[in-house]
């Protein structure tokens, strides 16, 4: 069965802390893994990975995949409270194919 | 860009009632546009999935008869819960992914739904 595991479920640190959230997949015909970040409303889009060890970054936030070991990681450096929300990661099977979306890991950054 | 609403973004109704939530895709064509469902601190759960002009592909343990979708143009998407319940209630979202192929699926903002 295909599925996504996201890990810790849940993680609380303070301002300036550099934080790793971890995703793993199982999946029958991979084509990439996405990374999504959820405040009070829907997911904004972060990150589209598709090959093994090329390493995306968008400011403070970097991501990785690797398809021999099956996962990724998002890195958030000097986080913010801002960037307290529910982190998905997903996979897609296909182009405009449904993403199975894993269960999140809720990030609290207090002051 | 890649921007997705959704109207309303919070509703009320009566349980029996129909509802109408839209989905329209502001600055590309969409393909393909999905529709989820959220309960309190919980993952997407994937409901339907359609292509434009052609009829929806729902998830295992989703009733067609009562979340129609239409997908009439490469903009806009409808959800419609019919005979809502309480039970009903949830948080919808759709989303989504251009004509040019990319795996990529841009959210809506995402609709409350309230059946009292």
């Known amino acids: 069965e295909d599925k996504v595991v996201q890990s810790p479920l849940s993680l609380v640190v303070h301002e300036g802390d550099t934080v790793t959230l971890n995703c793993s997949y199982e999946?029958?015909?991979?084509?990439?893994l996405l990374w999504y970040k959820q405040e009070k409303k829907a997911p904004t889009f972060l990150f589209m990975l598709t090959s093994s060890g090329i390493e995306k970054k968008s400011g403070r936030l970097s991501s990785i995949l690797d398809k021999k070991e099956l996962f990724s990681i998002l890195n958030i450096t000097a986080t913010q409270t801002g960037d307290s929300a529910v982190y998905l990661c997903?996979?897609?099977?296909?182009?405009?194919?449904?993403?199975?979306f894993g269960k999140g890991i809720t990030l609290s950054v207090r002051p | 860009g890649a921007v997705v609403s959704q109207h309303p973004s919070r509703v009320i109704c009566k349980s029996g009632t129909s509802v109408k939530i839209e989905c329209r895709s502001l600055d590309f064509q969409a393909t393909t546009m999905f529709w989820y469902r959220q309960f309190p601190k919980q993952s997407l759960m994937l409901m339907a999935t359609?292509?434009?002009?052609?009829?929806?592909?729902?998830e295992q343990g989703v009733e067609k008869d009562k979340f129609l979708i239409n997908h009439a143009s490469l903009t806009l998407s409808t959800l419609t819960v019919t005979s809502a319940h309480p039970e009903d209630s949830s948080f919808y979202i759709c989303?989504?992914?251009?004509?040019?192929?990319?795996?990529?699926?841009?959210f809506g903002p995402g609709t409350r739904l309230t059946v009292l």
């Open positions: 989303s989504a992914s251009k004509v040019d192929g990319t795996d990529t699926q841009y």
């Open positions: 359609s292509n434009e002009g052609s009829k929806a592909t729902y």
């Open positions: 999946v029958t015909n991979f084509r990439s």
């Open positions: 997903a996979f897609s099977t296909g182009a405009n194919s449904k993403l199975t």
